[in-house]
């Protein structure tokens, strides 16, 4: 795990990049219920790095970033584009240890039927 920043740093509703130590592009999400998530930078259909300047909102309840480019929502939790089944967001384990956020490897995220 990569210390990314102070939890206190990250404005609640927004997202931040950050550069893992292998030079992956991380978004890093602080929602209104402080609850974190980290998912790929890296749009998958433009294939630029924007993912972190998203809006951040939910869709039936689960949370959603929506891409600043074309507007594909994809889940927070899984990655999984809502609007194209063919294209996902990778996931990545995030925690906070003694106020600072971590993030890690990708996470393992089960398959939704």
């Keep these: 795990m990569q210390t990314?920043?102070?939890f206190d740093r990250l404005i609640p509703g927004r997202?931040?990049?950050a550069l893992l130590g292998d030079g992956t592009q991380v978004a890093v999400f602080r929602l209104?219920?402080?609850s974190l998530f980290a998912v790929s930078n890296r749009d998958?259909?433009?294939?630029a790095n924007v993912i972190s300047r998203?809006?951040?909102g939910d869709r039936?309840?689960?949370?959603?970033?929506v891409s600043p480019l074309l507007k594909q929502a994809f889940s927070l939790a899984s990655g999984a584009c809502l609007d194209?089944?063919?294209a996902a967001l990778e996931?990545?384990?995030?925690?906070?240890i003694d106020g600072e956020v971590r993030v890690g490897a990708r996470a393992e995220v089960e398959a939704v039927a």
């Design 60 to 65: 039936g309840g689960e949370p959603v970033v």
């Design 91 to 96: 996931v990545y384990a995030v925690e906070v």
């Design 15 to 17: 997202g931040v990049a």
């Design 4 to 6: 990314i920043c102070a």
């Design 32 to 34: 209104l219920d402080d």
């Design 84 to 86: 194209d089944a063919s």
């Design 54 to 56: 998203g809006l951040v």
């Design 44 to 47: 998958p259909f433009m294939h």
